[in-house]
Protein backbone atom coordinates (compact mmCIF):
# COMPACT_ATOMS: atom_id res chain seq x y z
CA UNK A 1 0.00 0.00 0.00
CA UNK A 2 1.47 3.09 -0.95
CA UNK A 3 0.48 6.98 0.59
CA UNK A 4 1.32 10.41 0.75
CA UNK A 5 1.69 12.94 3.77
CA UNK A 6 2.16 16.78 2.89
CA UNK A 7 2.94 18.93 5.60
CA UNK A 8 3.19 22.42 5.47
CA UNK A 9 4.37 25.84 7.34
CA UNK A 10 2.93 28.04 5.61
CA UNK A 11 -0.25 26.77 4.61
CA UNK A 12 -1.48 23.79 6.27
CA UNK A 13 -1.37 20.88 3.21
CA UNK A 14 1.44 22.78 0.76
CA UNK A 15 3.24 20.44 -1.00
CA UNK A 16 6.68 22.98 -0.97
CA UNK A 17 6.88 22.23 2.74
CA UNK A 18 5.51 18.70 2.03
CA UNK A 19 7.04 14.99 2.19
CA UNK A 20 7.49 12.85 -0.27
CA UNK A 21 5.65 8.78 -0.70
CA UNK A 22 6.03 5.70 1.48
CA UNK A 23 6.11 2.26 0.51
CA UNK A 24 5.41 -0.62 3.19
CA UNK A 25 7.63 -3.36 3.50
CA UNK A 26 6.76 -5.49 5.78
CA UNK A 27 5.79 -4.06 9.07
CA UNK A 28 8.36 -0.94 8.05
CA UNK A 29 7.67 2.41 6.37
CA UNK A 30 10.30 2.96 3.53
CA UNK A 31 11.03 6.26 1.99
CA UNK A 32 10.76 7.16 -1.68
CA UNK A 33 12.10 9.69 -3.96
CA UNK A 34 9.74 12.74 -3.03
CA UNK A 35 8.62 14.88 -5.94
CA UNK A 36 10.75 17.82 -7.28
CA UNK A 37 10.38 20.98 -5.46
CA UNK A 38 9.53 19.06 -2.54
CA UNK A 39 10.72 19.01 1.00
CA UNK A 40 13.96 16.55 1.82
CA UNK A 41 13.13 14.95 4.56
CA UNK A 42 15.49 12.15 6.51
CA UNK A 43 12.92 9.64 7.36
CA UNK A 44 13.70 6.75 9.71
CA UNK A 45 11.98 3.42 9.15
CA UNK A 46 9.83 2.87 12.24
CA UNK A 47 9.07 -0.83 13.04
CA UNK A 48 5.22 -0.44 13.10
CA UNK A 49 2.58 -2.94 15.74
CA UNK A 50 -0.32 -4.51 13.75
CA UNK A 51 -2.66 -2.14 14.91
CA UNK A 52 -0.77 0.80 13.41
CA UNK A 53 -0.26 -1.05 10.10
CA UNK A 54 -4.09 -1.38 10.51
CA UNK A 55 -4.18 2.69 10.72
CA UNK A 56 -2.28 2.99 7.77
CA UNK A 57 -5.93 2.26 5.62
CA UNK A 58 -6.89 5.47 6.28
CA UNK A 59 -3.77 7.24 5.81
CA UNK A 60 -1.67 7.35 8.84
CA UNK A 61 1.96 7.69 8.17
CA UNK A 62 4.83 7.59 10.65
CA UNK A 63 6.86 10.50 9.21
CA UNK A 64 9.83 12.17 11.35
CA UNK A 65 10.59 15.67 10.19
CA UNK A 66 14.28 16.63 10.56
CA UNK A 67 14.43 19.91 8.30
CA UNK A 68 11.73 22.16 8.11
CA UNK A 69 12.94 24.70 5.53
CA UNK A 70 13.89 24.10 2.41
CA UNK A 71 14.32 27.58 0.45
CA UNK A 72 12.32 26.16 -2.53
CA UNK A 73 9.37 28.20 -1.91
CA UNK A 74 11.52 31.91 -1.80
CA UNK A 75 10.75 32.91 -4.99
CA UNK A 76 7.21 32.77 -4.20
CA UNK A 77 6.02 29.61 -5.33
CA UNK A 78 4.84 26.50 -4.35
CA UNK A 79 4.23 22.79 -5.07
CA UNK A 80 0.53 21.13 -4.75
CA UNK A 81 -0.33 18.34 -3.93
CA UNK A 82 0.11 16.21 -7.55
CA UNK A 83 3.85 18.02 -7.21
CA UNK A 84 2.88 21.20 -9.27
CA UNK A 85 4.08 24.78 -8.65
CA UNK A 86 1.88 27.41 -8.20
CA UNK A 87 2.38 31.26 -7.44
CA UNK A 88 1.75 31.69 -3.29
CA UNK A 89 -0.90 34.00 -4.58
CA UNK A 90 -2.64 31.55 -6.78
CA UNK A 91 -6.79 31.05 -5.47
CA UNK A 92 -6.12 27.25 -4.58
CA UNK A 93 -3.24 28.18 -2.50
CA UNK A 94 -5.20 30.98 -0.85
CA UNK A 95 -8.19 28.84 -0.22
CA UNK A 96 -6.24 25.60 1.52
CA UNK A 97 -4.41 28.43 3.52
CA UNK A 98 -7.88 29.63 4.37
CA UNK A 99 -8.33 26.61 5.67
CA UNK A 100 -5.74 26.26 7.73
CA UNK A 101 -6.54 29.60 9.07
CA UNK A 102 -9.35 28.65 9.89
CA UNK A 103 -7.88 25.63 11.97
CA UNK A 104 -5.68 27.57 14.15
CA UNK A 105 -8.59 29.61 15.52
CA UNK A 106 -10.07 26.78 16.00
CA UNK A 107 -7.25 25.45 18.14
CA UNK A 108 -7.37 28.91 20.28
CA UNK A 109 -11.42 28.11 21.15
CA UNK A 110 -10.20 24.76 22.16
CA UNK A 111 -8.09 26.38 24.92
CA UNK A 112 -11.50 27.42 26.55
CA UNK A 113 -13.61 24.93 25.52
CA UNK A 114 -15.63 22.64 27.40
CA UNK A 115 -14.98 18.45 27.13
CA UNK A 116 -17.58 17.89 25.14
CA UNK A 117 -17.29 20.75 22.89
CA UNK A 118 -13.55 20.42 22.85
CA UNK A 119 -13.83 16.87 21.34
CA UNK A 120 -15.88 17.86 18.60
CA UNK A 121 -13.73 20.54 17.92
CA UNK A 122 -11.22 17.76 17.49
CA UNK A 123 -12.64 15.88 14.75
CA UNK A 124 -13.01 19.16 13.13
CA UNK A 125 -9.30 20.11 12.93
CA UNK A 126 -8.68 16.48 12.04
CA UNK A 127 -11.03 16.72 9.13
CA UNK A 128 -9.82 20.47 8.03
CA UNK A 129 -6.51 18.62 7.35
CA UNK A 130 -8.04 16.19 4.92
CA UNK A 131 -10.03 19.41 3.15
CA UNK A 132 -6.12 20.75 3.32
CA UNK A 133 -5.79 17.93 1.81
CA UNK A 134 -8.09 17.64 -0.79
CA UNK A 135 -7.96 21.28 -1.81
CA UNK A 136 -4.24 21.07 -2.22
CA UNK A 137 -4.48 18.42 -4.82
CA UNK A 138 -6.72 19.62 -8.23
CA UNK A 139 -8.87 16.80 -9.54
CA UNK A 140 -7.21 16.36 -12.71
CA UNK A 141 -8.30 13.40 -14.13
CA UNK A 142 -4.86 12.02 -14.04
CA UNK A 143 -3.96 9.18 -12.12
CA UNK A 144 -1.91 10.13 -8.39
CA UNK A 145 -0.89 6.55 -8.04
CA UNK A 146 -2.30 6.65 -3.92
CA UNK A 147 -5.53 7.43 -2.45
CA UNK A 148 -6.13 11.25 -1.86
CA UNK A 149 -7.80 12.37 0.89
CA UNK A 150 -11.39 13.86 0.87
CA UNK A 151 -14.13 14.63 2.76
CA UNK A 152 -17.48 12.14 2.70
CA UNK A 153 -20.99 13.05 3.09
CA UNK A 154 -20.99 11.01 6.65
CA UNK A 155 -18.89 13.86 7.99
CA UNK A 156 -21.13 16.40 7.09
CA UNK A 157 -24.13 14.31 8.31
CA UNK A 158 -22.29 13.93 11.51
CA UNK A 159 -22.12 17.95 11.97
CA UNK A 160 -25.57 18.41 11.42
CA UNK A 161 -26.19 15.66 13.91
CA UNK A 162 -23.56 17.36 16.46
CA UNK A 163 -25.64 20.88 15.23
CA UNK A 164 -29.36 19.51 16.27
CA UNK A 165 -28.05 18.40 19.69
CA UNK A 166 -26.45 21.47 20.95
CA UNK A 167 -29.67 23.64 19.22
CA UNK A 168 -31.72 21.41 21.31
CA UNK A 169 -29.85 23.12 24.61
CA UNK A 170 -30.81 26.63 23.40
CA UNK A 171 -33.56 29.22 23.54
CA UNK A 172 -34.70 30.76 19.50
CA UNK A 173 -33.20 33.76 18.95
CA UNK A 174 -35.17 37.32 19.09
CA UNK A 175 -32.04 39.33 17.54
CA UNK A 176 -28.34 38.69 16.27
CA UNK A 177 -25.74 37.04 18.43
CA UNK A 178 -22.48 39.78 18.77
CA UNK A 179 -19.11 38.09 18.39
CA UNK A 180 -18.82 38.43 22.10
CA UNK A 181 -19.39 37.16 25.49
CA UNK A 182 -16.97 34.32 26.86
CA UNK A 183 -13.63 33.93 25.56
CA UNK A 184 -14.40 30.28 24.05
CA UNK A 185 -17.41 31.92 22.38
CA UNK A 186 -15.60 35.11 21.07
CA UNK A 187 -13.19 32.52 18.93
CA UNK A 188 -15.82 30.07 18.05
CA UNK A 189 -17.41 33.29 16.26
CA UNK A 190 -14.05 34.41 15.26
CA UNK A 191 -13.95 30.43 13.61
CA UNK A 192 -17.03 30.89 11.87
CA UNK A 193 -16.23 34.25 9.90
CA UNK A 194 -12.69 32.21 8.94
CA UNK A 195 -15.18 29.21 7.73
CA UNK A 196 -17.49 31.56 5.57
CA UNK A 197 -14.85 33.46 4.15
CA UNK A 198 -12.94 30.06 3.13
CA UNK A 199 -16.51 28.91 1.62
CA UNK A 200 -16.31 32.17 -0.29
CA UNK A 201 -12.78 30.89 -1.93
CA UNK A 202 -14.01 27.45 -2.71
CA UNK A 203 -16.77 28.83 -4.75
CA UNK A 204 -14.92 31.07 -6.46
CA UNK A 205 -12.27 27.88 -6.83
CA UNK A 206 -15.06 26.17 -7.80
CA UNK A 207 -15.54 28.60 -10.69
CA UNK A 208 -12.33 27.96 -12.38
CA UNK A 209 -11.50 24.50 -11.00
CA UNK A 210 -12.80 21.52 -9.84
CA UNK A 211 -14.02 21.80 -5.75
CA UNK A 212 -16.00 18.72 -4.52
CA UNK A 213 -19.63 19.63 -3.85
CA UNK A 214 -19.14 17.57 -0.59
CA UNK A 215 -16.22 19.37 0.77
CA UNK A 216 -18.46 23.00 0.15
CA UNK A 217 -21.24 21.29 1.84
CA UNK A 218 -19.31 20.73 4.72
CA UNK A 219 -17.53 23.77 4.63
CA UNK A 220 -20.96 25.44 5.02
CA UNK A 221 -22.11 23.02 7.27
CA UNK A 222 -19.32 23.56 9.60
CA UNK A 223 -19.66 27.90 9.96
CA UNK A 224 -23.61 26.66 11.32
CA UNK A 225 -21.27 24.41 13.61
CA UNK A 226 -19.22 27.03 14.83
CA UNK A 227 -22.25 29.62 15.59
CA UNK A 228 -24.29 26.82 17.26
CA UNK A 229 -21.30 25.69 19.41
CA UNK A 230 -20.26 29.67 19.77
CA UNK A 231 -23.44 29.97 21.72
CA UNK A 232 -23.34 26.56 23.58
CA UNK A 233 -20.10 28.17 24.92
CA UNK A 234 -21.91 31.32 26.39
CA UNK A 235 -23.90 29.65 29.32
CA UNK A 236 -26.25 27.36 26.47
CA UNK A 237 -27.03 30.79 25.34
CA UNK A 238 -27.79 32.72 28.65
CA UNK A 239 -24.92 34.55 28.25
CA UNK A 240 -25.16 35.45 24.40
CA UNK A 241 -24.63 39.70 23.58
CA UNK A 242 -27.84 40.47 21.49
CA UNK A 243 -27.86 43.18 18.56
CA UNK A 244 -29.84 45.98 19.30
CA UNK A 245 -30.09 48.24 16.37
CA UNK A 246 -29.50 51.50 16.55
CA UNK A 247 -28.88 51.53 20.17
CA UNK A 248 -25.91 54.78 20.07
CA UNK A 249 -27.48 56.90 18.31
CA UNK A 250 -27.90 59.81 19.18
CA UNK A 251 -31.66 61.09 19.23
Known amino acids: MTGRTYLSSDGGMDGNRGAGSFSSRGNQMTPQTPQAGFLALTVTPIPLPPRALRRRKTGDSMVRLNKIYTRTGDAGETGLGNGERRLKSDLRVETYGTVDELNAVIGLARLAATPELDAMLARVQNELFDL ?13 GYEPLKIVASQVERLEREIDAMNEKLEPLKSFVLPAGSPASAHLHHARTVARRAERLMVALGRVESVADVALAYVNRLSDHLFVAARIANADGRADVLWVPGASREA
Request: proline residues 15%; without cysteine.
Open 132 to 144: GAELATPLTGEPL
